[in-house]
């Protein structure tokens, strides 16, 4: 991971989700019902409904608006039409943004990305400008505990065939291939620990910081228009952010 941790992202979106509830609920739910449109309702043969169902449950979305969102995708409740978009860009002093989205109205989804990039110095750039800069890999992050023994933890992971661990003050990062990642994390669920974090995510390769105040509340505003969005799945940038 090139020494990036993603505790500090972490955490600023624990908070915002925290104080966005409804909003998180409603991007989860365009999730389940693509992922059980595109590959059935049962997610014991649907590993991404699954996925989209575990995210679900670890947000305390409840079941009925799971279930819902499962019979809008299978057509049982009448279809959604959404679509995937990736939209790519950078940000102040060439920080590396993309943006994942779900979407039932293209050219409102690309207006407002793009408004949202014009307005906080950064520009809309082209498909494939940013992401070769990412690598797709499972995280899986567990805060630090005096009840954890990292030794413990590493060899699990090692022998679990996870790429790569990492240990800092805030907790432990666990790098796997996408392949990989749902056999990973069941099994480290099954041996008792918790998740701050447990996702399919882009990881960069590597990172700038920004030093200019007004760079860094731009920065701050785009990912914030961003992800305020109700299209937009995921954010993602190559920003080291501070504490």
């Known amino acids: ?13 624990k908070g915002k989700e925290d104080a966005k509830r409804a909003k998180i609920f409603t991007k989860l739910g365009r999730y389940i019902m693509v992922a059980a449109k595109e590959g059935g309702p049962d997610p014991e043969y649907n590993p991404a409904l699954k996925a989209a169902i575990d995210k679900a449950k ?21 279809a ?24 039932d109205n293209r050219n409102r989804t690309a207006s407002d990305i ?11 750039g082209q498909s ?22 990292e030794d413990e933890l590493t060899m699990l992971a090692i022998d679990l065939g996870a790429e790569d661990f990492e240990s800092s003050d805030d907790g432990f990062e666990i790098i796997t291939s996408p392949e990989n990642f749902n056999n990973i994390r069941d099994e480290i669920k099954k041996a008792g620990y ?18 200019d105040e007004k760079d860094v509340k ?16 995921e954010v993602y940038h190559n920003w080291e952010m501070e504490e």
């Open 114 to 124: 793009r408004h949202a990039f014009d307005k906080c110095s950064g520009n809309l």
């Open 128 to 149: 494939g400008s940013v992401t070769f800069m990412f690598d797709r890999k499972g995280l899986i992050a567990i805060e630090r505990s005096d009840n954890i023994d």
């Open 194 to 211: 918790e998740f701050a974090a447990a996702e399919i995510t882009y990881i960069p390769q590597t990172t700038l910081s920004l030093n």
């Open 1 to 13: 991971m090139a020494g990036h941790s993603k505790w500090n992202n972490i955490k600023n979106k």
């Open 80 to 103: 959604d039409n959404f679509e995937e978009i990736i939209y790519e860009g950078y940000g102040p002093s060439g920080i590396a943004v993309f943006a994942t989205c779900l979407t």
């Open 58 to 78: 670890a947000e305390n979305m409840p079941n009925d608006n799971i279930e819902r969102a499962i019979k809008r995708g299978s057509g049982e409740l009448g």
């Open 218 to 233: 731009n920065m701050e505003k785009l990912i914030d228009m961003l992800e305020d969005n109700d299209d937009v799945q």
